[in-house]
Structure formats: structure tokens, C-alpha cells
């Protein structure tokens, strides 16, 4: 009887070695497919604050972008795309610049609705909300900005920024050449090299649609 007893707690006790291994390995492979742990980054963003200069243009303005952009799929429902897109995202965006020849710091501040990451890089857009009094007339305008970061964490001189006006983004042909439309998560490389501050860049691929 005492015998018996024995061997089944010894099968009990293999059985549950046997489930805890299947466990580890079902947990493994849920790792090895791509899924990222729950300690980890689930969405990409950018943040940070940064002075740059324009390689193109020699003076002593002062320019700076501030970025605190969280991607947020699928939280954005458009017309015919009722789920929103991969590419949603929130935030803050805010733009400085110190007018030398004015003696002037013109401010504007934009709400982010698109974000898009690779390693190091990112490019978004935001909505202009808010701009200060002698600022251009952007309110209600969708700008685009890129960002490279080249260093870990908050990255230094190594880091850089490009966006969507200043004559990148024209309309050639036209008598007046008038800049584009900017559609979301549109801007060119990053041209302009940081001097002050810098940038971290999360990057997070892009997740499919929600299922139902």
C-alpha cells in the first residue's frame, strides 16, 4: 500500500516537471517570435530637447525643437479605415526661434498625430495649435519633422533634425513656389546637425490591425 503511495506522488511530481518544462518552452517561444516582454518598450517614441543649426545658413539665431511623441496605433479612426492606422500617435511637439536681427524668440506648439521609427531614426507629425504674437501663420497647419538620434539615451552632438519648411517641401512651377501640404508622418531627412541637448529615439515596428 505504503508502496503504491510512492509511485503515484513519483508521477504526480513528473507530471508537473513535464508541464513546468512545456511551460518555460511555450514562454521561450513566445519570446522568439517577436513578442516583446512586458518589461520592455511596447510602442515607439521620441523625446528630448535639442538647439540646431542650419548647415545652409550662417547667423546667430537660436533654433530649437522640444518632441514628447508616444506612438498610439489604431486610435484614430478615419473615413473607410474605422480602426485608425498603425501610424497614429500623441504628443506634445514645440518649436523656438531666436530672431538675432530682432531681438526676438517667436514660439509655436503642435499636437502630434503620426509617428514612425526605425533604429535611430524617426519621423512625425503634429498639428500647430498655438502660435506666439508676430509668429508665422501656422495654426491649424500639419508640420513634418524628422529625427536622428546618434547616441544612446539623450545623444549629443552626433544627434540630428530635419523638417518640413524653409524650403524643402515647395511646390516647383508655381510664380510664387508655395510650400506643399504635409500628410502624416511626411519630412525629410535629418539635415540639420544638433549643438545643444539631444534627442533619444524608441524604436517599436509597427503593429498589425486589432483583431474583430
Known sequence: MRS??????????AALAVLGTVATASAASADDSGKKPQSGPAYAKVTGSAEFTL??????DIRSFTFDASAAPYSRPLPGIPTGLPT?????????????????????????DCLVTGPHTATLTAVITKVSPGGPPWVGKRM?????????GHGGSR?????????VNLLPGTAAVPEAEVGTCMAPAPYAPVTKGGY??????????PQG
Request: net charge positive; glycine share 10%.
Open 159 to 167: 544627434d540630428r533634425v530635419g523638417f518640413s519648411w524653409n524650403g
Open 88 to 112: 497614429d500617435a500623441r504628443g506634445t511637439v514645440k518649436i523656438s526661434h531666436y530672431s538675432a536681427q530682432r531681438h526676438v524668440t517667436y514660439t509655436s506648439e503642435g499636437r502630434v
Open 55 to 60: 548647415p545652409y545658413v550662417k547667423d546667430d
Open 144 to 152: 513634418g519633422f524628422s529625427v536622428y538620434d546618434g547616441g544612446k
Open 4 to 13: 503504491s503511495s510512492y509511485r503515484k506522488m513519483a508521477a504526480t511530481l
Open 200 to 209: 533619444a529615439v524608441q524604436h517599436a515596428d509597427l503593429l498589425p490591425p
